[in-house]
């Protein structure tokens, strides 16, 4: 198979890559306090549920096998009052974690591309 052939799960690393992102940006929100509210008042099961769903998410829109099994994303998101200052800074901490797991500039772009699409969905301010 031609890497242009190739899904962008396969061009990522699969979904080793994939979690290991995922892991990161948690991280990187969970250690700004803008994000905090959003964590609050969750258990440890919570938010690990929330992580495996962004996980399974992201494998089945870049392509993979993963098969994703949570609320569409305006039912998730909606009454969170997540503003554009928000929306852009976790756009900025994904492009950090993709960044430090050595994803390729084409395909990160490609991964925020697929993020940018629930915009609407998810920015209420």
Not at 56 to 83: E, W
Request: proline share 2%; glycine share 10%.
């Amino acid at each position: 198979m031609a890497t242009s052939e190739k899904t962008l799960y396969q061009r990522l690393g699969g979904y080793d890559v994939i979690a290991a992102v995922i892991d990161d940006l948690f991280g990187f929100l969970r250690a700004d306090p803008r994000f905090a509210r959003f964590g609050m008042g969750r258990s440890l099961d919570s938010h690990h549920r929330a992580r495996q769903l962004l996980v399974d998410q992201v494998c089945n829109l870049a392509g993979g096998p993963c098969f994703y099994t949570g609320r569409d994303m305006k039912t998730s998101h909606v009454g969170l009052g997540i503003t554009e200052a928000e929306w852009e800074a976790n756009l900025q901490y994904t492009a950090s974690a993709l960044h430090k797991n050595g994803v390729p500039e084409r395909e990160q772009a490609e991964f925020l591309a697929l993020i940018a699409h629930y915009k609407s969905d998810i920015v209420e301010g």
